[in-house]
């Protein structure tokens, strides 16, 4: 079945750093992947999101390309915000007519951004 | 828009007990999916509902079940509880056009 493995953590980073969170995928055929964030206390929030191979989603400064080659979705952030702190996960989405709706999310990853 | 509003917030049950949690989608969105969070499990899905009725079901254990209404608001209802459904319960909206969740702020369930 569907799968999505994300990078060990936590992490903790200065404010500034660069960030990068790895999240690979198995899935068939050509699902869309996302990215969504949950600050404490809170439910997630979309971050952003790919539909096919080769895209790039962005948001907040924040990226990350759909590679199909390497089934891969990783999150990067130029310079890094103590707001940043938050718990990150990658998903995926399987399309397929008249049913769907599934996501299949990784374990999550802690980031916490020291002023 | 509005967004996903989820109630109660949070609820203390003890075992035995049962317990209804309300989700209401964004305007317009006909699906409603349900999940639940566990520091052990993760977000795992619970089951999806378009045009009442129920499209898809995770591997949950009977005592989880759901329903939605004719204006897309949607239940779940879990049935003699026990200590491990403790949980934060998320209720997602999808966009048709797109196939994208959003997520409500959950229902925090502690059970006792």
């Known amino acids: 079945g569907d799968s999505v493995t994300q990078m060990e953590g936590p992490v903790t980073l200065s404010e500034e750093a660069f960030l990068t969170i790895n999240c690979t995928y198995t899935?068939?055929?050509?699902?869309?992947l996302f990215w969504y964030v949950q600050y404490p206390g809170e439910g997630l929030q979309l971050l952003l999101k790919?539909?096919?191979?080769?895209d790039k989603g962005s948001n907040k400064g924040f990226e990350a390309t759909y590679r199909k080659e390497t089934t891969s979705f990783h999150l990067e952030k130029g310079s890094v915000q103590v707001s940043d702190s938050a718990v990150y996960f990658c998903?995926?989405?399987?399309?397929?007519?008249?049913?769907?709706?599934?996501?299949?999310f990784g374990k999550g990853i802690t980031l916490s951004v020291r002023p | 828009k509005a967004g996903v509003t989820q109630t109660p917030r949070y609820l203390i049950k003890t075992r035995g007990q049962q317990v209804t949690l309300s989700c209401s989608p964004i305007?317009?969105?006909?699906?409603v999916s349900w999940y639940q969070q566990t520091p052990g499990q993760g977000l795992q899905f619970l089951f999806e509902?378009?045009?009442?009725?129920?499209?898809n079901k995770g591997n949950f254990p009977g005592r989880f079940s759901g329903r939605q209404f004719s204006n897309s608001r949607s239940e779940m209802n879990v049935s003699t509880l026990e200590l491990g459904d403790s949980a934060l319960y998320l209720c997602?909206?999808?966009?048709?056009?797109?196939?994208?969740?959003?997520f409500g702020p959950g229902t925090r369930l502690t059970v006792l």
């Open positions: 899935a068939t055929g050509y699902p869309s």
């Open positions: 997602a909206s999808t966009e048709g056009r797109t196939d994208t969740q959003y």
């Open positions: 305007s317009g969105h006909r699906s």
């Open positions: 790919a539909t096919k191979a080769d």
């Open positions: 509902y378009f045009s009442e009725t129920q499209r």
């Open positions: 998903a995926l989405l399987q399309s397929f007519t008249g049913a769907n709706s599934k996501l299949t």
